[in-house]
């Protein structure tokens, strides 16, 4: 069965230092990967996906991801971090198998920028 | 372009009510999606769907009903509410492999 799995409830990062969300899947098949950020009372904005190819997936607003296939992991990361990055950040899952192509998610970690 | 359209954006039930979740999307996706996000939480899927006519369980499907009779529409069905269904709900579609567009998300309380 698919699955997600992201190890921390809350990061906290100074503004200005780089960050790091932590995400690692668990999938028959090849890995669609997907990141994306909920800002309070909103539904969830994609910010990049990795498919195929290049490992390291550039997406909106500076954050990027790395696919490492050995680990399957699918870490979220910003070299600069914003105070108005602080949202809930979910990673997620899909693989093209049969008719489970259905999107699995993890619980969501949530980013706390302090300035 | 509208995405996907969720109505009602909030709604409170009484308990044994009934109601349905509208979601409806204008991008062709074939897949569709129903999660509920209860608070601190992440999305747990109830339902999904691979195309008209065609429908699945998710994690959490006991208490609602889906249909998909159009690759447009994919109604959310509540037979008789409880407390334990209080919660947000996104519907979301997808292309075959593409990220999921999510709605904006119905809150329900069921007192």
């Known amino acids: 069965a698919q699955s997600v799995a992201q190890p921390e409830d809350q990061v906290n990062v100074a503004e200005g230092n780089p960050l790091t969300v932590k995400c690692t899947y668990s999938?028959?098949?090849?890995?669609?990967l997907f990141w994306y950020v909920q800002y309070p009372n909103r539904g969830l904005q994609f910010l990049l996906k990795?498919?195929?190819?290049?490992?390291l997936v550039k997406g909106s607003y500076g954050f990027e991801a790395e696919f490492n296939k050995s680990q399957t992991s699918f870490h979220l990361k910003k070299p600069s971090a914003l105070v108005s990055d602080s949202a809930l950040y979910f990673c997620?899952?899909?693989?093209?198998?049969?008719?489970?192509?259905?999107?699995?998610f993890g619980k969501g970690t949530k980013l706390s920028v302090k300035p | 372009n509208a995405g996907v359209t969720q109505t009602p954006k909030f709604r409170i039930l009484k308990i044994g009510q009934s109601m349905t979740l509208q979601c409806t999307q204008d991008?062709?996706?074939?897949?569709m999606y129903w999660y509920r996000q209860d608070p601190g939480m992440g999305l747990k899927l109830i339902y999904y769907?691979?195309?008209?006519?065609?429908?699945d369980k998710g994690e959490v499907p006991n208490g609602y009903n889906v249909s998909r009779s159009t690759t447009e529409d994919f109604p959310l069905r509540l037979e008789l509410a409880a407390p334990s269904q209080t919660s947000v709900y996104f519907c979301?579609?997808?292309?075959?492999?593409?990220?999921?567009?999510f709605g904006s998300g119905t809150r329900l309380t069921v007192v």
């Open positions: 769907s691979v195309g008209a006519g065609i429908t």
């Open positions: 979301a579609s997808s292309s075959d492999r593409g990220q999921g567009t």
């Open positions: 990795y498919i195929t190819g290049d490992n």
């Open positions: 999938v028959s098949g090849n890995p669609y």
């Open positions: 997620a899952v899909r693989a093209l198998r049969g008719s489970q192509g259905n999107l699995i």
């Open positions: 991008m062709n996706h074939n897949y």
